[in-house]
C-alpha cells in the first residue's frame, strides 16, 4: 500500500498540541518561506512511532504531536484517509506522506525539507519506486515490500518470493515460502540483506505485469 497521493482532506483539529512551525535547526534566523506544518500521529509507546519522532527531532523538526492511544475517531478518520490504520501516519501540510519508512526515505534524500519549505515534488510514483530500487539498503527494502513490491531471492538454482500484505488480517509477510506476522518484516530484511553480503543469496525486484 502506498501512501504518497493520499491525505488530501485536512487533519482534524487537534486541541492543546503543539503547533511550532516546523524549521529546521539548520535554518535559524534565516527569513523562512511559508513552512508546511509537520502533524505526527501515533501512539505514546509504540516503537516505531518512537523511532518516528526521534528522527524527526534529529534533523531538526518541531511537529505537532498527536497521540491516537485511545482516540477511536481520529483513528478511524485516519483509516478513511490513507487506507488502512498502520501507524505513525505523518502529515505535511494536508497531505499524508506516510510512515516511519517513507518518511526515513524523504529525509535521507532531501525531499522532506523541500516538502516542509513547500515545494511541489516533481517525481511521480513510478519514478519513487525506481529511485528505491537502485538502493539495496534496510529503509529502501521495507518500503518497497510495505507498496506491495516482490523480492524474488535466488539461492542456487532455486528461486522465492518475498512479498508484504500490509492489509491481510492479519497483517502478514511472506518469506522463505510460509507467512510471517509483519512485525517480522524489519528482521526479515535484516536476514535478507545479511545473506545477500554474505553471498549466499542474490536478489532483483520482480516486474510488474
Known amino acids: 500500500m502506498r501512501f504518497f497521493g493520499f491525505g488530501k482532506k485536512r487533519p482534524p483539529p487537534v486541541s492543546g498540541a503543539s503547533t511550532s512551525p516546523a524549521l529546521p535547526a539548520s535554518d535559524a534566523g534565516h527569513t523562512a518561506p511559508v513552512l508546511q506544518e509537520i502533524v ?9 512511532c518512537r523511532q518516528l519522532r526521534a528522527l524527526l527531532e534529529k534533523q531538526g523538526y518541531t511537529y505537532k504531536d498527536v497521540r491516537v492511544d485511545a482516540d477511536l475517531g481520529t483513528r478511524a478518520w485516519l483509516q478513511r484517509t490513507t487506507g488502512d490504520d498502520a501507524l505513525p501516519k505523518v502529515f505535511i501540510g494536508t497531505q499524508c506522506y506516510g510512515g516511519l519508512e517513507d518518511i ?12 516542509v519549505h513547500g515545494e511541489t515534488l516533481q517525481d511521480g510514483p513510478e519514478d519513487d519506486v ?15 515490500l510495505r507498496q506491495g513490491e516482490i523480492l524474488t531471492i535466488r539461492e542456487g538454482g532455486m528461486e522465492t518470493d518475498a512479498w508484504a500484505e500490509p492489509m491481510a488480517n492479519p497483517p502478514t509477510v511472506y518469506y522463505e515460502g510460509s507467512p510471517r ?25 520482480k516486474e510488474k505485469d
Open 40 to 48: 505526527v500521529y501515533g501512539t505514546t509507546d509504540g516503537t516505531r
Open 104 to 115: 526515513q526515505v524523504l529525509a535521507f534524500d532531501g525531499r522532506l525539507q523541500r516538502l
Open 130 to 144: 525506481a529511485a528505491l530500487k537502485k538502493d539495496l539498503n534496510a529503509v529502501s527494502m521495507i518500503t518497497l
Open 181 to 205: 506476522p509483519l512485525t517480522e518484516l524489519e528482521r526479515i530484511v535484516e536476514d535478507i540483506l545479511t545473506r545477500l553480503k554474505d553471498g549466499e543469496i542474490e536478489v532483483h525486484w
